[in-house]
């Protein structure tokens, strides 16, 4: 393993998570904005923390704001993981690696944390929990597949 990527693992997983992030929070603003207005994505439970369940689901730029702010954080604490992850247990089956991380931040971030500290949180839908799903594994393997590039990029300019 490169010496230059295990120094940057701190900026090679908060690009990783922020660009995951960036690309999972655009499906979710589609899928609000043109199929399903009542979809309770990460921005909205993430915002629940702090704001009341009206305020997030009204759908203003601030509460979206303040939603995408916290959400964004705790992606980049989760790629900042996944590098550590893909540093120990090696980059082969990266996109597999990525697929299991974003299956497990679904059940502990999306699932179990957002109904213990959120006001806005998943009620009994299943094609909100399915979105989700795929939604979170899409996250995992854009991820890894960042962080594997990244660091490839960054052994390259050694």
């Known amino acids: 393993m490169n010496e230059r990527f295990k120094k940057d693992t701190l900026l090679?997983?908060?690009?990783?998570?922020?660009?995951?992030?960036?690309?999972?929070?655009?499906?979710?603003?589609?899928?609000?904005?043109?199929?399903l207005p009542t979809y309770i994505n990460c921005v909205r439970?993430?915002?629940g923390l702090l704001l009341t369940p009206n305020e997030m689901m009204s759908g203003g730029f601030w509460p979206s704001l303040l939603g995408f702010q916290i959400d964004l954080i705790v992606s980049?604490?989760?790629g900042i993981i996944s590098v550590l992850i893909l540093q120990h247990w090696g980059h082969d089956y990266y996109l597999f690696k990525g697929a299991m991380i974003g299956l497990v931040c679904w059940v502990l971030l999306y699932i179990v944390l957002s109904k213990l500290l959120s006001s806005v949180y998943p009620f009994g839908s299943i094609l909100h929990a399915e979105i989700s799903f795929i939604k979170h594994i899409t996250y995992g393997i854009v991820l890894t597949w960042v962080a594997v590039w990244f660091g490839k990029l960054s052994d390259n300019r050694v």
């Open 76 to 78: 980049i604490v989760v």
């Open 12 to 35: 090679i997983g908060a690009v990783a998570g922020t660009i995951a992030k960036v690309i999972q929070d655009a499906i979710g603003f589609i899928i609000i904005t043109f199929f």
């Open 45 to 47: 439970i993430a915002g």
